[in-house]
């Protein structure tokens, strides 16, 4: 079976800190995505990374950055210098290939972030 | 370009009616899935489809139904609503290709919130 878990169900840091948003899924495929996702408070979710299993280098967007294991399958986000527009609720996701799974996420339960002034 | 667009964004039922919510998909885009969010089981997949047809179901009682229109747009259905079906629903569309891209970015909405009474 598919899992993605979000330990952190909220989190609350001051403007300009660093925060981590942990993500440790569980797959028996070879071959799978993980995704993050934004939700502002509108409603729409907001795509911001795909990585697929082969690739394990980690990547930065400007102050956005994911660490990918897959020895302890985890996708951590981090968000450098926090900024108040960051506060949302954060998801990530896990997609199988194939029939069983077109247009299929498997998504954590979320972490909501507070970033105060 | 025009993104997803879902409608109504907000309605509210009283139980044992039916719902009917709209979803038009990015121009080119072919698949369309539809998720339920609610605050106790999270973001849940419910179907999609592809040139008119149903490719992946959730695990979802048969009152909930879709369908999908020669021009991608998809329309779900849900009948004799119950409390529990308090949600919002999310539409998400992708091209629908998975050869040799991999998974696709989906691409959502910003839902439509329906409040069962």
């Known amino acids: 079976a598919q899992k993605v878990t979000q330990a952190q169900t909220e989190i609350s840091v001051v403007e300009k800190e660093d925060v981590t948003l942990d993500c440790v899924y569980e797959t028996r495929d070879t071959t799978y995505y993980l995704f993050w996702y934004k939700q502002p408070p509108s409603g729409e979710l907001v795509f911001l990374i795909r990585?697929?299993?082969?690739?394990?280098q980690n990547e930065i967007s400007g102050r956005y950055s994911w660490n990918f294991q897959k020895s302890t399958s985890s996708f951590n986000f981090t968000i450098t210098a926090s900024q108040v527009v960051d506060s949302a609720v954060y998801f990530c996701?896990?997609?199988?290939?194939?029939?069983?799974?077109?247009?299929?996420?498997?998504f954590g339960q979320g972490t909501t972030l507070q970033v105060k002034p | 370009k025009a993104g997803v667009t879902q409608t109504p964004r907000y309605l509210i039922k009283t139980r044992g009616q039916q719902v009917t919510l709209s979803c038009s998909p990015i121009s080119g885009h072919r698949s369309v899935s539809w998720y339920q969010q609610t605050p106790g089981q999270g973001l849940q997949f419910l179907f999609e489809?592809?040139?008119?047809?149903?490719?992946n179901k959730g695990n979802f009682p048969g009152r909930f139904s879709g369908r999908q229109f020669s021009n991608s747009r998809s329309e779900m259905n849900v009948s004799t609503l119950e409390l529990g079906d308090s949600a919002l629903y999310l539409c998400?569309?992708?091209?629908?290709?998975?050869?040799?891209?991999?998974?696709?970015?989906?691409?959502f909405g910003a839902g439509s919130r329906l409040t069962v009474l």
């Open positions: 996701a896990l997609k199988g290939l194939g029939s069983s799974n077109t247009g299929k996420l498997i």
């Open positions: 489809y592809f040139s008119e047809t149903q490719r």
């Open positions: 998400a569309t992708n091209s629908g290709g998975e050869g040799a891209s991999g998974a696709n970015v989906l691409t």
């Open positions: 990585r697929n299993s082969f690739d394990e």
